[in-house]
């Protein structure tokens, strides 16, 4: 069975670092593209980043674009999120998602889009 497992969350400062990670188990992840969403209280769940099949094509949301990076890695069945510059507006809980029926990232880096779900970590930033 199809399995993620998300980790790395918890408390940072305003300015801080956090990598999260995404352990995937179950399947040949090669063949998925991966991606990390987050929600905070009170608003829907929204594309954070997300990373092709061979890790050549990205996608970033305008809000994390030049403070994070997604990364793979497909023989250790693992994904990345490095999260630097954290705001208190990053507040939310991560997910990480996979999906095998993503033709273009940069219009389908959406909720929506992906069938399977980690059950997310919890990312705090505050003073």
């Known amino acids: 069975q199809l399995q993620l497992v998300e980790s790395g969350g918890g408390l940072v400062q305003p300015g801080g670092s956090l990598r999260l990670s995404c352990a995937a188990s179950g399947f040949t992840l090669d063949y998925y593209t991966i991606g990390w969403f987050r929600q905070a209280p009170g608003k829907e769940r929204e594309g954070v980043s997300c990373?092709?099949?061979?890790?050549?094509?990205?996608y970033y949301a305008d809000s994390v674009s030049g403070r994070f990076t997604i990364s793979r890695d497909n023989i250790k069945k693992m994904a990345y999120l490095q999260m630097n510059s954290l705001k208190p507006e990053d507040t939310a809980v991560y997910y990480c998602?996979?999906?095998?029926?993503?033709?273009?990232?940069?219009?389908?880096?959406?909720?929506?889009?992906?069938?399977?779900w980690g059950q997310g970590t919890q990312v705090t930033v505050s003073s």
């Open positions: 998602a996979v999906e095998r029926r993503i033709s273009a990232i940069q219009a389908m880096c959406a909720p929506r889009y992906f069938r399977s």
């Open positions: 990373i092709g099949t061979s890790g050549g094509s990205t």
